[in-house]
Every structure is written in structure tokens, then in C-alpha cells.
């Protein structure tokens, strides 16, 4: 306490025999190391009130500028505290002093200075300056995200519910001076470097990773204003390195993602900002107006960034969707109109010149998670937008690549739709529009490998037939088959047998008129080229292929279905006898429940 000098010395020889530990980029996960540093007992007597003191004596020189000793001094007293929080056991006692005050201070007071230097132009080295603010901000994160829950979640490593429950020990409680300096910090941002930028949005994400207490905290009115901005100033590179200003935007939607998904668990009482508020900021974002933006922003450059933003916020739809409440937050989605802004992007991006594609494609992936597993989500879907204006929509892009037409597919099985076999049709309406489609594609090759798929998916099981039918696919295969000039043979041989195959489950007279009448030919003398075919398709439908079935049945495929009678009143008699044919058809499996208990089906 009475010798400056001495306390230097053993802050360094500590720091050097624990450096391990200084792990402050936030971008690598923590380096595992058998040994901790010790816990706040075994720390010399008083230690604590003595750095204490030392930090106010730094806090307050400040405005006068830090002499480089006291700068030196500052910095080892950060990295200290660092390696103290890495053993786990300290993080609270270090929490409730005061030095993460004094720190985020003298932080707050070094971003403006780095500000100010870089708006004035000053070649002066600032490193620094940029090393206490970096060693700041991983003390910070010491402190809310003791476990590195944040750095995991980066690395594409996701805890369950059950893994942060055995988390022993609780960060720290935030300090109520973290909103006012994470706002002020994004102040005249565009004077700050990049990398520092994304520090503060990973020491963002930390907090809220970390724990609900802090996060629900940290999500305020005016931390979500700072994300929103960050996220439109990510279309607007200028001389910005374009890698740092690209991993700043997916920085923030991470951020977001996890914002969305502790909201989900909180109850209404808890919440500074409702879900619905950010959804509809970020739809505002995803589909603003370029038009409104001066002549020198709208170039070809910036758009090709503004569509790698947009596409950017949609695949962040799909991983906020990516959670155990799935079903609540299905239900905001759709409380914020997300399909209605959905297609908005899809008709407002044909003023761009490329990556119309890649748009689209993202797009299809977001609508398809909202949609996902939900019957309800399907049906407004239906009613509010409806298939045939998407189609529309679609098709005014111009020729679809297969990844497109791959994407709908995908919406058709809830999955990947090469696992054929695995997952049936979940959603039957992108398989008619395909159908529709298939006369528009140019590509010869397109045509053969969706109708070929078309054929095995929509011919696997009972179940997909009969769904199918009921979609009236058959009516929509003749419709396309009046367009064989246009249709590859093949293409053509394949949609016939898929008809062949459904008219065996069923045929109404309608539609058996409609196929007979697709045969007539304006040369009486000249056969139609799909006689041969056809033909052989309406004797697949007649003949009886297997064990003999009913032609009318109830489906009681899902987990939730049952026939309801009404209660007996009166017994006829002292008993009765109820018979019945069952055909258990075997049940696809669903790769999200593989590793769960197997179903069991039983009868009552």
C-alpha cells in the first residue's frame, strides 16, 4: 500500500504466472487449462481495497491525460481482475465491488478520445489506448458470461436447457452503467474502428448469454435502437475493410437471435421491449425504401451489399425460429405480418440487377421456418398471400435455378428433400406449383429431375397419395400435360405415371374427362404422343395392385387424430360388437425425434 513500486512488480510477476488466462479475443474459444488462480482468500491481506484505490487514482487523473506509468498501471490492474474472474469461485465477490464502475469510466473516456483522434485525423499511435479498452471489455465479459456461453454459441455450439443448469456458478448482477456506455459508445460510430465495434457486440451477446437476470437487464429500448442502427449502417461501407463490416452485421443478428430467444422465456413483467417491437423494426429494415437514399449510395456496389445484408437478416429468421418455443414465437411472426413482408422484398428487389436468386432462395428458406410444423401458419399463409400470387411472384424473377425450385421443395417436405423415404409431404401446395411451373422452365434438364422427384415423393405411401388427391393434383398434371410442346418426353412419361399412380387411390369423372380430352389431336389421322402412355397409366389405375383396400377410409395418421362418437345413452341389449379393418401403413420417420422413444401406436 505505501510502495507503488512494489505493488507494480507483484501485479506483474502475477499476471505473467497466470497469462494463460488472458484470453480477450472474443472470437476464439477459452483455452482449457488444468490449473485456476487462486481464490480471493489466498490473496495477500487488503489487496483488494489497495487496487481499489489505485483505479480511482487512475479514474481521476483521467481528464488530465494519463501519464504512460499510470496508463501501464491501469492496464495491469485489468488484466489482473481477468485472471482473478477466471476462477469462477471470485466472479461474485468482484462483481459487487466497485472496479467494473471505475473500468467501464475510464473505457467510456478512452472510446471518445480514440473518436476524436480519429476525426480530427491524428496519425498517433493508439495502440495503447485499444488494448485497455480490448482488456476492458473481456474483463466485462469475465464478469456477466463467466462460462463463455457467448464464445460457444459463436463457435456453433449450442448448450441445452439441462447443460447451463449445472453451471455452479452465477455471473455477476450487471452494473447499471453498462446501457448508458454501450449507447454512448455507438455515438458518431462511424469514427470507430470496426474490430472495436465488434468487441462491444460481443461483450453484447456475452450479457446476454450469460444469464436472464443480466440479459433482460441489458434489453432495453435503447440498447435495441444501437443494434437496429449498427445493422442499417452495415449496407454503407465506404472505406470500411468489407470482412469486418460483413462480420459486424452477423455479429449483431446473432446478437438478436439470442435477444428473441430470451424474451421467448421471460414473462411480461420482466420485459423492457416486447418481441413484436423488434420484429416489426426489422421488418422495417429488411424491406426499406433505396429509392429515398441519394443518387451516389444507389450504385451497383452498394446494391450487391445491400442484398448480402437482406440475405443475411433472412437466414436469421430461420435461426430465431431455431427454439424450444417455436410455437409461440410462430405465433408473433405472424401477429407482425411477416408473410406480407416477406413477399413486399420478393417484388421490390426485381429493381436490382443480380443475386435475384440468392434473394429468393433466402427467402423461401424464411417462409418455409415460419410455416414449419404449424397447420395454422400453413392455412394464413393460404389465406393472406395464397400460392398462386407466390408463383406469380417467382416467376417474374425470370428462369428459377435449381436451387430455387430445390428450396420449394424443401417447403414441401419440411427438410431436406433428398431424403426421400425419410420425410413424407408436410405441405402439399409448393408441389403444385412446381407442377404449374414445369412448362415455364426452359431447362429440359430441370423439368426431368423435378418431375422424377415429383414422382417418387408423391407415390411413396398411402399417405402421400391420398394427400395429393385431395390437393386435386391430378386436375393440375392435366392442365400441365396441354403444354407437351414445351414438355421434355421424359418429363412428360414421368408426370403420366405420378397420374396413373394417384388415379389408383382416386379418379372423379372430372378429371377422367379431362385426360381422355388431353388425347385429342387436331389431325384426326394423327395419334397423340402421350396415347401410349396415358393408356398405360388409366390400366395401372384398374388393376388391383397388392393386398385388396377400402376405396374410403379414415385417416388417422396424425398423433392427435380419433373418431368421436356420441355417448350411449341406452345399451342395445347387455352387449354389442363393433368390427372394423385397420391397415397400418409404415410411419416415416422424423429425424428430429430419431433419438427419442420410438411411437407407440395402441387401440382402445
Known sequence: QKDPDYLKLWLDSFVSSYEQFLDVDFEKLPTRVDDVPP???????????????????????MSDGLEEQQQALSLLLVKFFIILCRNLANVEEIGMCSYINHVITMTTLYIQQL??????????????????????????ESLYDPYRNWRQRIAGRFLSTVEKSRQKYKPASLTVEFVPFFYQ?????????????????????????????????????????VLMRVLADCDNWDDRNPEEVSRKAELTLKCL?????????SSSDQRQVETST???????????DHSVLPNPRRCRKWESRFIALQIQMLNTITAMLDCTDRPVLQAIFLNSNCFEHLIRLLQNCKVFQGHLDCLAVSTIQALT?????????????????????????????????????????????EGDHMAVGILGISNVQPLLLLIQWLPELESHDLQIFISNWLRQICCINRQSRATCVNANMVIRIIETLNSHSVLHCTCAENLIA??????????????????IR??????????????????????????????????????????????????????????????????????????????????????Y
Not at 259 to 265: A, G, Q
Not at 278 to 288: D, G, T, V
Request: net charge positive; aromatic share 6%.
Open 39 to 61: 481464490g480471493i482468500s489466498l490473496l495477500p491481506d487488503n489487496i483488494l481495497q489497495v487496487l481499489r484505490v489505485q483505479l480511482l487514482q487512475c479514474v481521476q487523473k
Open 115 to 140: 473518436k476524436s483522434k480519429t476525426k480530427e485525423k491524428e496519425v498517433a499511435d493508439q495502440t495503447p489506448i485499444e488494448e485497455f479498452v480490448r482488456h476492458a471489455l473481456a474483463f466485462c
Open 185 to 225: 459508445c455507438f455515438q458518431e460510430s462511424e469514427h470507430l474502428k470496426e474490430s472495436l465495434k465488434c468487441c462491444l457486440l460481443h461483450l453484447f451477446g456475452a450479457i446476454v448469454a450469460g444469464g436472464q437476470r443480466n440479459a433482460l437487464q441489458a434489453v432495453s429500448p435503447a440498447t435495441m435502437e
Open 257 to 265: 437471435t439470442e435477444v428473441v430467444h430470451i424474451l421467448l422465456t
Open 278 to 288: 423488434i420484429l416489426e423494426n426489422y421488418f422495417k429494415l429488411l424491406n426499406s
Open 369 to 413: 421456418a415460419v410455416m414449419h410444423k404449424s397447420p395454422a401458419a400453413k392455412e394464413v399463409f393460404k389465406e393472406r398471400i395464397g400460392y398462386a400470387h407466390i408463383y406469380e411472384v417467382l416467376k417474374s424473377l425470370g428462369q428459377p435455378s435449381r436451387e430455387l425450385l430445390e428450396e420449394l421443395m424443401n417447403m414441401a417436405v
Open 498 to 515: 405420378l397420374l396413373g399412380s394417384l388415379g389408383s387411390q382416386s379418379m372423379g369423372s372430372e378429371e377422367l374427362l379431362q385426360l
Open 518 to 603: 388431353l388425347l385429342r389431336t387436331e389431325e384426326p389421322k394423327q395419334a397423340h404422343p402421350y396415347v401410349v402412355p396415358v393408356m398405360r397409366a388409366i390400366l395401372a389405375m384398374a388393376r388391383k395392385q397388392g393386398m385388396a383396400s377400402a376405396l374410403q377410409y379414415f385417416n388417422l395418421y396424425h398423433s392427435m387424430a380419433g373418431i368421436a362418437v356420441p355417448s350411449i345413452h341406452k345399451w342395445p341389449g347387455s352387449a354389442f360388437s363393433f368390427n372394423a379393418w385397420l391397415c397400418l401403413d409404415q410411419d416415416r420417420a422424423d429425424p428430429s425425434t430419431t433419438s427419442k422413444s420410438g411411437k407407440r401406436k395402441q387401440l
